[in-house]
């Protein structure tokens, strides 16, 4: 009986560890939601009040259910300008937290936050700045919104769409 308890015990402390660093259901289902390739329209507001539209292509993979990828490649208004992001982040549970490089100005820093059910909210930061980033699915539909503290820009707000 001693021996049997043991063998319980064991396997209780192993699914519990497992639940601390696997994604439960829902944190599964939105980083499946989120693999693919989505692409839409968006705007820059920068902090004098002007506007830009913005033409953006993301691609997200996930690998071994607890690694997300992003590739985010962006144009700005009908030039060559824009920005392309590329971030790597690790799920623990309901957390995530990672890097990202900002590729056409050799910039990077690190990426923390919760995700689950339809979302997430991630803290962003640089050398230069700070931002917070808010990405909610919906089906085939994904809203991005960044709020910029430290640079000309106040808010990009992105709308994707992958089917």
Not at 28 to 47: E, F, H, I, P
Not at 106 to 127: E, H, T
Request: hydrophobic fraction near 40%; proline fraction near 1%; include cysteine.
């Amino acid at each position: 009986m001693a021996r049997r308890n043991h063998w319980l015990r064991r396997v209780a402390l192993t699914v519990l560890a497992l639940g601390l660093v696997w994604p439960h259901a829902a944190e599964a289902a939105l980083l499946k939601d989120l693999t693919g390739r989505w692409s839409g329209v968006g705007t820059v507001t920068y902090n004098s009040g002007s506007t830009e539209r913005l033409r953006c292509v993301a691609t997200y993979s996930v690998s071994g259910g607890t690694r997300l990828r992003q590739n985010l490649r962006c144009v700005i208004g009908g030039g060559g300008d824009g920005f392309h992001v590329t971030g790597a982040m690790n799920a623990r549970g309901s957390r995530l937290s990672g890097s990202w490089s900002e590729l056409t100005r050799s910039a990077s820093g690190s990426v923390s936050g919760r995700f689950g059910g339809s979302g997430m909210q991630l803290a962003i930061s640089g050398d230069l700045f700070s931002a917070s980033m808010a990405v909610q699915v919906n089906g085939c539909r994904q809203s991005v919104n960044i709020s910029w503290n430290g640079l000309n820009i106040r808010r990009i707000s992105i709308g994707l769409r992958k089917c």
